[in-house]
């Protein structure tokens, strides 16, 4: 079946250090891959997606590229803040029947210490 | 952008009673709403997809009867747990589905419903 599996949390680093969080996937014919985002008590916002191997999807400094090769879809930040600690969640949507419904990895926290 | 209310953002109940949770996509139609659970410290399950006009879908291991769903239009859906108990208490999330396909790929997520039952 479809399944994501994320790296292991928590993630602590310090502001400004580099970010990688792992995501790969296991899926039948070719999924859309998303990241989304979790702020403490709210629901979720997705922070970029991409459709199609190697593409890359960006957003507030965060990428991440489809990797067919190695069903990959690592997030990665150059230099993170204070502010992108959350809980961060790799998704895929295969729009099986129609409905497109998304399978979630299992989150990952990310710590961001001043 | 496309904006999902759900209503609401938290409730305590009492053993043996009922309640609902709503989801509104505020400003796009949504023929598909899917109603997520999760619990502390863990990844979103999904519940069911909820299909404008339809019966919901149910996932393998969810009670139909209750967790009951109604979608009787394309701007809401809402979430009945009948006969709360103590371990239905979680943080519910609703997902609405742009019926046009115009918005995130339709996935736009509510901000959630904490539910505890005492």
């Known amino acids: 079946g479809n399944s994501v599996t994320q790296m292991e949390g928590p993630v602590t680093l310090s502001e400004e250090a580099f970010l990688t969080i792992n995501c790969t996937y296991t899926?039948?014919?070719?999924?859309?891959l998303f990241w989304y985002v979790q702020y403490p008590g709210e629901g979720l916002q997705l922070l970029l997606k991409?459709?199609?191997?190697?593409d890359k999807g960006s957003n507030k400094g965060f990428e991440a590229t489809y990797r067919k090769e190695t069903t990959s879809f690592h997030l990665e930040k150059g230099s993170v803040q204070v502010s992108d600690s959350a809980v961060y969640f790799c998704?895929?949507?295969?729009?099986?029947?129609?409905?497109?419904?998304?399978?979630f990895g299992q989150g990952t926290t990310l710590q961001v210490k001043p | 952008g496309a904006v999902v209310s759900q209503h609401p953002s938290r409730v305590i109940c009492k053993s043996g009673t009922s309640v609902k949770i709503e989801c509104r996509s505020l400003?796009?139609?949504?023929?598909?709403m899917f109603w997520y659970r999760q619990f502390p410290k863990q990844s979103l399950m999904l519940m069911a997809t909820?299909?404008?006009?339809?019966?919901?879908?149910?996932e393998q291991g969810v009670e139909k009867d209750k967790f009951l769903i109604n979608h009787a239009s394309l701007t809401l859906s809402t979430l009945t747990v009948t006969s709360a108990h103590p371990e239905d208490s979680s943080f519910y999330i609703c997902?609405?589905?742009?019926?046009?396909?115009?918005?995130?790929?339709?996935?736009?997520f509510g901000s959630g419903t904490r539910l505890t039952v005492v």
């Open positions: 997902s609405a589905r742009d019926s046009a396909g115009r918005i995130n790929y339709g996935y736009t």
């Open positions: 899926a039948t014919g070719y999924p859309s």
């Open positions: 991409a459709t199609k191997a190697d």
């Open positions: 998704a895929l949507s295969t729009l099986s029947g129609n409905t497109g419904k998304l399978i």
């Open positions: 400003d796009f139609q949504a023929t598909t």
């Open positions: 909820s299909n404008e006009g339809s019966k919901a879908t149910y």
